[in-house]
């Protein structure tokens, strides 16, 4: 009986613990319920007010009456999340509108190669960088002009009267000396390629005076003089070092000019793309607009047939709005690469920017990189324009070098002179006294001098090697920054084409994710939201695999630029710009309009109205 009851009391406890908790975990339920629903409460409230505020801020159309759908509060109850919906707070026609405002201005159609052919023609930066050969080349003929011969020309007249010496007033009996001369003088001078200088000259002299008893009497000699440097500035090497340079000098503007023509075709190709790649984007956005859109009519068919929320409607409208302030941003891009790629191209109307919008005609290409490194790097140190500037400007701190050492040498010159003249009071006579050699003088002159200390010419030696030293260093330096753009290009292309079919494989996923998305929507498994938000992540990735393949036509840019084959591959043959003749000094002279002759003497600027003084004043 004992067991019996013990058993009974057991049983009993046990139910009673059983209950206990059956109790606690009911009341636990209740509880996180109880929380669930204030949370979700709050959310409302704070929702609800949010949607409030809005509609207070919207002007125009948007303060409108309630929609119908929302159903209000009853007295004494408090409003729900619902009774404070509209599904028309949002204007999308007034975003549409402002869509519309974006792209303006007649549509040209140009193809990649029509932007090539239009920057060649028309681009400011190579037409500047044009006129640097065209400088140079004037130096040039600036330093052949040392070699021009210099004619000049001289005609005096001297009256001259002064009181006799004791000699000639003991012996002449002449207190006074008078004398009139008249004197012509020709002169041609130069110096010749191995450093020769020559003087030659005519000199003719009509005299009148006292010893003559005022008879005329003329004078006529002829002179040469040859002047050879023996040691400072003898040799052709010496004395063409300003030529060679010149030379040199041109060249490199050469390299500048092709430098600058390839890097602008390879930025106007690029822009290319990225106006491409802009339209593409734009697409992008217009067919994610096109989704959003039909959300809104299957949120609002729901909503109708009531098995839909008003909060879906708006979540799809919202989606929508957002879809067109990606789009006016698309369109915005879109205008940004087009003035990117018209300032390359100089497109104008007038004096003013093109207002024309371009419309590319090309789309990229896929294309298969198998790169060689090596031979990358070697086709840019033998194609890159500056490596062989470079190399120009060693050969220059050479000359320079050369010349600064002849310097240094004492100078030591050797003259030669040679005078034939007449003398008669009859002209003719006086000029065939030169045949005869009436007056013979033969003159042999070596002239030599030496600075002491010649701290000068050892400065400049000292600072022309330096020089030099510099430039080959430079030419190493610049050879390095060649190859590692090369080897940055280069990776980057391989990068981009990985980034590429990566992007392209996870645009195709989303793709196949939306579209289930979609029908789970259609049976209403799913709410707007989830489809709005992988219709977002399916646009992220279409964008993402259209920048990839913009980034690898660009990278592959960058490559043939850094190789310097850029314009080969594109069949771009530039020619420089060819030397203009120097004007004669007639012609600058002989200036029609006078302005040029205004500012030879001086004249321009007492003309100008910034310069000349007002009358008043």
């Not at 190859?483 to 990068?495: D, E, Y």
Request: glycine share 6%; aromatic share 6%.
């Amino acid at each position: 009986m004992r067991f019996v009851a013990f058993l009974c009391a057991a049983i009993v406890s046990a139910a009673s613990f059983a209950a206990d908790s059956d109790e606690k975990a009911g009341k636990l339920a209740v509880d996180q319920w109880a929380e669930r629903e204030a949370k979700q409460e709050v959310l409302q409230l704070r929702l609800a007010q949010a949607v409030a505020e809005a509609k207070d801020a919207e002007p125009g159309p948007a303060e409108g009456p309630a929609d119908q759908s929302a159903t209000p509060a009853e007295p004494g109850q408090r409003p729900t999340i619902f009774d404070e919906i509209q599904i028309e707070l949002l204007d999308l026609e007034q975003l549409g509108r402002d869509v519309d405002k974006i792209m303006q201005g007649e549509s040209v159609r140009l193809t990649l190669d029509d932007c090539i052919a239009l920057a060649l023609e028309n681009n400011h930066d190579i037409q500047i960088a044009g006129y640097d050969p065209l400088k140079a080349n004037a130096d040039l003929i600036a330093a052949r002009g040392q070699f021009d011969p210099v004619m000049t020309g001289t005609l005096s007249w001297t009256d001259l009267r002064q009181a006799a010496n004791p000699q000639t007033v003991a012996f002449g009996g002449v207190t006074q000396v008078e004398s009139f001369t008249t004197d012509t003088e020709l002169r041609l001078s130069g110096q010749m390629f191995w450093g020769t200088q020559y003087d030659a000259r005519f000199h003719m002299e009509r005299e009148e005076g006292t010893f003559s008893q005022f008879l005329a009497q003329y004078g006529a000699r002829v002179s040469l003089t040859l002047t050879q440097p023996l040691l400072r500035g003898r040799g052709k090497k010496f004395v063409m070092a300003r030529v060679r340079t010149a030379k040199n000098l041109e060249a490199i503007a050469h390299t500048q000019v092709e430098l600058q023509v390839l890097t602008t075709i390879g930025e106007v190709v690029k822009a290319y793309w990225d106006l491409v790649g802009a339209n593409d984007r734009l697409r992008v956005r217009q067919e994610s607009l096109a989704v959003a859109e039909s959300l809104v009519d299957i949120t609002q068919r729901r909503l109708e047939i009531g098995v839909g929320s008003a909060i879906e409607v708006l979540s799809a409208q919202a989606g929508v709005a957002q879809r067109q302030n990606d789009l006016i941003a698309a369109r915005t891009a879109i205008a940004d690469a087009e003035d990117i790629l018209k300032r390359s191209l100089a497109m104008r109307d007038g004096d003013y920017f093109s207002a024309n919008r371009i419309v590319p005609m090309t789309a990229p290409a896929s294309f298969t990189f198998d790169w060689d490194k090596q031979s990358s790097m070697d086709s840019a140190i033998e194609n890159r324009p500056e490596i062989r500037g470079a190399a120009l400007q060693i050969e220059n701190a050479k000359i320079e070098r050369s010349r600064a050492r002849k310097n240094t040498l004492p100078q030591l010159d050797a003259s030669v002179s040679w005078i034939e003249g007449g003398r008669d009071f009859n002209l003719n006579q006086a000029l065939n006294g030169i045949s005869r050699k009436q007056d013979d003088i033969l003159t042999v002159n070596i002239i030599g001098s030496l600075p002491l200390g010649n701290r000068t010419a050892r400065a400049n030696y000292q600072r022309s090697r330096l020089t030099m030293e510099q430039a080959e260093l430079t030419l190493v330096k610049l050879k390095d920054d060649v190859m590692m753009g090369v080897s940055i290009a280069g990776r980057s292309v391989l990068t981009s084409q990985a980034l590429e079919q990566s992007s392209r494989q996870s645009r195709r996923l989303q793709e196949a994710h939306l579209r289930a998305e979609q029908a789970r929507l259609e049976l209403g498994t799913t709410t707007t939201q989830n489809v709005l938000d992988i219709e977002e992540d399916l646009i992220i990735a279409q964008v993402q695999e259209l920048q990839s393949t913009i980034n690898a036509e660009k990278a592959l840019v960058d490559l043939q630029v850094a190789e310097g084959v850029l314009l080969n591959n594109l069949g771009i043959e530039f020619e420089m710009p060819k030397p203009e003749k120097p004007e004669s000094t007639m012609e600058v002279m002989l200036d029609w309009d006078g302005s040029r002759l205004d500012e030879m003497f001086g004249n321009s600027d007492w003309e100008s109205d910034d310069v000349m003084p007002a009358k008043d004043e």
